[in-house]
């Protein structure tokens, strides 16, 4: 081969270019950006429509109706969802993967610009958003102290956000919890009705003396100068100041109806760190920027303000994704040393040589770093992922320098010289080589090309696997044989330090042994091909009976040392009250000694802004201390903490591991639709029953909460026709006077201060005295809003859920303890007996079909890949048939694979489904290289069986080699040491197993496979020859 004959002839310009490569490696890889995870665009939009003062039923019918009506029809839509609630419309989109969304959202935007001079007075405009995990916050911190919450307000917004705000990287800082200041401007009802004044003109006249304006130009001293009417308010005083003209003729002063309070807004949620009141500061990074580095850096400036600040300002680190980024790749590299380590000592022991040994381990770290080269142009980050393939790929880039470098060892002990022996060695091999390096890298096609979560998520393992190979197959054609060319010594026990040299001869003497022993064996083989065939498919079908003990699962989860908990109390408990509640959820954690940060939000909020939205509900995010320094894991505090809850009245508790992969999705959700309230309820109610009695599930609960007491008004149109009012009328008039109305702004010491009229809380929150709100007719008299209306005091939903167009109720739940597979089988099991309505059904959703659907892909992958290995053998051998010799290495893999399953007792997941694709293109290699050497052998004369006996014993060490680099390699990863270990532990699991399996297996049944095979083409060709005969005979007579 020339590449090879080059490389050996000029060893400097190989090492010159090989230095270019480490070198750009190392450049691309600090340009590369940190992550957990890769980014993945996921096609996801929001809408959100705020609608304040509105109930459900009111945002159903109002907002999200039409909405959804509007956006069914955009293109690739798979599932439409939407949450109908107090104040807020929420409508989350889903389409196809392939969907380009940049197109969608101009989409969405377009037609809710259809439909928005539709929607109600009060509602604001939707505002579209597409779904990124990179506008998750990467940090939360905590601001406490002894001062109030008013003057730790100020610290924040004055001393610490521009300093944090500054610093590269940093996308957005978000406070919350913050006192917001507001000017209440409560009028006397019964001086409104004396002087005729309703609470609507009382805001529209506050609202039109706060106005500023451009009122043209004027000539002053030669100039044209711009004239600007300025009516700002600056104060209080100017507020009470306004005149308030009257029907009757004259003007009053607005302090004369109104009290005016300069006060701060009524707080709707509480927080606390550790038990202590707190504002909290969430620090969401740029797009682009390295998490790693925005961690390092607003930790560096936090140490900082902490120094500066005043002793009664406390700054606590809440949550801090970088921590858990860092161990976790922390983890991954020291697994990918611990395993290149044990690949290079499995060579030493089998190469009996520290030059040998050093040629390959050369190879290692140059084709490392030259990969992230090609990551860098890829778009790549460093993440679990693309760091969980570089470690599978440890093992599998010295396969080819290991077949070359043997195959030149054998050429050296023929008396070849250095030289010689690297050029016909390394080219006598080089086909098998590029084969087998194409077969595993052909199967990664398929996952690059596959749509879906698998895509997303695990091309970036794909392409770091990919490149690192494709690096290791240029250093084995290259820098391998030009080592050899230099180091390569001739095979001598005599050349091994004294100290060794029996320890050489005595590996020396086990492997001869083990030749020897592998050669009875084949013989024995060949005479017994029946036996070795039906014993293979004894052992195949044996194991198929251990599938019935394998779970299923979509992605392992992470044990990061965090919990999130979401809690509910009794709709209309007040503030103060679930306060009380939780206090005893947060003794109850201090108490455990392995609490390191409790983090509580009562009311709207809650962790990182996703909490609840009323006084009775709430979140908890629980930090633990370091794994080490505890001897309870993160699902036993989780269970501690749920039976606690038990104990406490009135409190449903919710409690989960907290997870940063951006997936966010629920393990178990059942979707009923239907059309009745009351029948939801109660089906919600059966089905979270039926769950909850499921082995292994936990949190189940139901989206349609508890009914809500409302009092409803019902407006008498005809009545209120013969006062000259609307309909319309009447509602703004009472929405006005309840919820208030922002009339305009004050602008003072740099910020805008809402200036709100609204009844007084007397009048406000008194049912009677909401009966007498007086209405002014068009006439100018005033009427009673009981003298056009009714009230009736029912039960109304707190929270409506629709799927494609339709009601419905999402009972959602958790597992512990089992798998997903198992566990959904069971309920549908139960839910298939189960009588629904007519009208009514249910459909799956959550991980669940995530995980269906990305099975499938996967499925359609491993066929794709599968037939992709079967065309490089094809062109390899330039045979049909041979190659499925190689390929019946493929059924002694799953046997393997069944195998690991079950004596790890992992489930069969996306990550192991991935590592199964890979064993595709794997485990053929082995006999890539032993069908290939007996065609060479038989090329130069030698038998088929006396191929088959030199080929074998020849190959075995090449063989063991390769598998056992690989398999030690990947060994620490598939035990699962450190953290974030658990997403390459079902890989590496099914690649021990399934690998080791199939090359003990391959080793005895691809040779006779090789001899029924080649019978057949001898048998097929005598066929063809005699047909060719006969019709030779038929044309002469």
Do not use: C
């Amino acid at each position: 081969m020339k590449l090879i004959n080059e490389s050996v002839k000029r060893p400097v310009g190989v090492i010159i270019i090989a230095l270019v490569m480490m070198i750009l490696g190392g450049v691309s890889l600090s340009g590369l950006k940190v992550d957990l995870m890769p980014d993945m665009d996921l096609p996801i939009a929001v809408v959100m429509t705020p609608y304040n003062g509105a109930a459900p039923q009111e945002v159903e019918n109002l907002v999200t109706r039409p909405l959804e009506g509007a956006l069914s029809a955009t293109e690739g839509l798979d599932t439409m969802q939407s949450i109908s609630a107090q104040n807020q419309s929420v409508i989350l989109l889903m389409y196809d993967f392939n969907t380009d969304l940049d197109t969608v959202m101009l989409d969405l935007r377009e037609r809710i610009d259809m439909v928005r001079q539709g929607l109600p007075e009060g509602a604001s405009d939707p505002s579209v958003m597409r779904f990124d995990p990179n506008q998750m916050p990467i940090m939360q911190i905590g601001i406490s102290g002894e001062m109030d919450l008013t003057r730790l307000t100020h610290v924040a917004e004055d001393s610490i956000i521009p300093r944090l705000e500054r610093i590269p990287g940093v996308g957005q800082v978000e406070l919350t919890g913050a006192q917001e200041r507001e000017i209440i401007v409560e009028p006397d009802v019964r001086m409104l009705q004396n002087y005729g004044v309703t609470l609507t003109q009382l805001s529209q006249i506050i609202g039109g003396e706060s106005m500023s304006a451009p009122a043209g130009e004027v000539e002053r001293g030669g100039q044209d100068v711009p004239l600007r009417i300025v009516g700002d308010f600056r104060s209080t005083a100017d507020i009470e100041d306004i005149n308030i003209p009257l029907q009757s003729g004259g003007t009053i002063k607005l302090s004369e109806v109104a009290d005016v309070n300069d006060t701060f807004r009524e707080m709707s949620s509480l927080a606390y760190v550790n038990g202590e009141p707190t504002l909290s500061l969430d620090i969401v990074k740029q797009g682009d920027a390295n998490t790693v580095d925005v961690s390092d850096a607003v930790s560096s400036q936090l140490e900082t303000l902490e120094s500066e600040l005043t002793q009664d300002v406390s700054l606590t680190k809440i949550m801090d994704s970088a921590e858990f980024i860092k161990d976790s790749i922390q983890s991954v590299v020291m697994n990918l040393i611990l395993g290149g380590a044990m690949a290079v000592l499995v060579l030493l022991v089998f190469l009996r040589s520290f030059r040998s040994t050093l040629i390959i381990g050369l190879s290692i770290p140059i084709a490392v770093i030259s990969a992230f080269t090609l990551l860098y142009f890829a778009g790549q980050t460093i993440n679990i992922i693309t760091l969980g393939g570089l470690a599978l790929g440890v093992g599998l880039l010295v396969d080819s320098s290991i077949v070359i470098l043997e195959n030149i060892y054998k050429y050296r002990e023929r008396g070849y010289s250095r030289i010689e022996a690297a050029k016909k060695g390394a080219s006598e091999v080089s086909s098998a080589v590029i084969a087998s390096t194409l077969t595993s890298l052909v199967v990664f096609v398929p996952i690059v090309f596959t749509g879906g979560i698998a895509a997303e998520l695990f091309m970036p393992l794909a392409l770091t696997v990919g490149f690192t190979l494709l690096a290791s197959l240029v250093v084995a054609l290259t820098i391998v044989p030009m080592l050899s060319g230099l180091l390569l010594p001739k095979i001598s026990v005599e050349e091994d330090p004294k100290g060794l040299r029996k320890v050489s001869a005595s590996i020396g003497r086990f492997f001869d042994g083990v030749d020897n022993l592998y050669k009875k064996m084949l013989k024995w083989s060949i005479r017994r091909k029946k036996t070795i065939v039906f014993g293979t498919l004894i052992l195949l079908i044996a194991s198929l009976g251990g599938v019935r003990f394998v779970g299923v699962e979509l992605i392992p989860a992470f044990d990061q040392g965090e919990i999130t908990a979401s809690f509910e109390m009794p709709t209309g408990t007040s503030l103060e009250e679930t306060r009380e509640s939780l206090v005893e959820l947060e003794d109850y954690l201090l108490d455990t000694g392995v609490t390191e940060v409790i983090y509580s939000s009562v009311g709207g909020g809650g962790m990182m802004g996703m909490g609840g939205g009323g006084g009775n509900s709430g979140d908890l995010y629980i930090r633990l201390v370091p794994a080490n320094e505890r001897s309870e894991t993160t699902n036993d505090v989780i269970k501690g903490l749920s039976d606690f809850s038990e104990n406490l009245p009135d409190i449903d508790l919710s409690v989960m591991a907290f997870e940063s992969d951006g997936m966010g999705g629920n393990p178990i959700e059942i979707e009923v639709r239907g059309d009745d309230f009351d029948t939801l309820r109660l089906l919600a109610d059966d089905i979270q029953e039926i769950i909850n009695n499921v082995p292994g599930t936990t949190n189940v609960t139901h989206s349609m909460g508890d009914a809500r007491p409302e009092v409803q008004i019902h407006v008498d149109r005809d009545v209120a026709s013969q006062y000259g009012l609307s309909y319309a009328d009447v509602m703004q008039t009472v929405r006005n006077s309840v919820t208030g109305v922002v009339s305009t702004q004050m602008r003072t010491e740099g910020q805008e201060i809402d200036i709100s009229v609204i009844l007084p809380v007397e009048y406000r929150e008194n049912y009677n005295q909401i009966q007498n709100l007086p209405i002014l007719t068009p006439t100018g008299d005033m009427i009673s809003l009981s003298d056009v209306a009714e009230f009736v005091q029912a039960e109304g939903p707190t929270v409506i859920n629709r799927q494609d167009q339709a009601r419905g109720v999402s009972i959602t739940g958790d597992i512990m303890d089992r798998d997903l597979g198992t566990v959904m089988a069971e309920i549908e099991a139960e839910l298939n007996q189960y009588i629904f309505p007519e009208g009514y059904d249910y459909q799956t959703g959550g991980d669940y079909e995530m995980m269906l659907d990305a099975f499938i892909d996967l499925t359609l992958a491993l066929a794709l890949a599968i037939f992709l290995v079967y065309a490089v053998m094809a062109f390899q051998f330039e045979k049909v048939l041979y190659p499925f010799i190689v390929m019946f290495s493929l059924p002694a893999t799953f046997i393997g694979i069944i195998l690991g399953f079950v004596l790890t007792g992992r489930p069969l997941s996306a990550p192991a489904f991935i590592g199964i694709i890979m064993l595709a293109g794997i485990v053929v290699n082995n006999a890539i290289v032993l069908v290939d050497y007996i065609n060479k052998l038989r090329e130069r004369g030698l038998e088929r069986e006396e191929a088959i006996l030199e080929a074998g014993p020849t190959r075995l060490r090449p063989i063991l080699m390769t598998m056992l680099t690989t398999v030690l390699a990947m060994v620490p990863l598939a035990i699962g040491i450190g953290e974030g270990a658990e997403l390459q532990a079902p890989m590496a699991t099914v690649i021990v197993f399934g690998l080791s399996f199939s090359t003990f297996i391959t080793l005895v049944l691809v040779p006779v496979m090789y001899i029924y095979t080649d019978n057949f083409t001898n048998w097929w060709k005598r066929l063809f020859k005699r047909k060719k005969h006969r019709e030779m005979e038929l044309d002469g007579e």
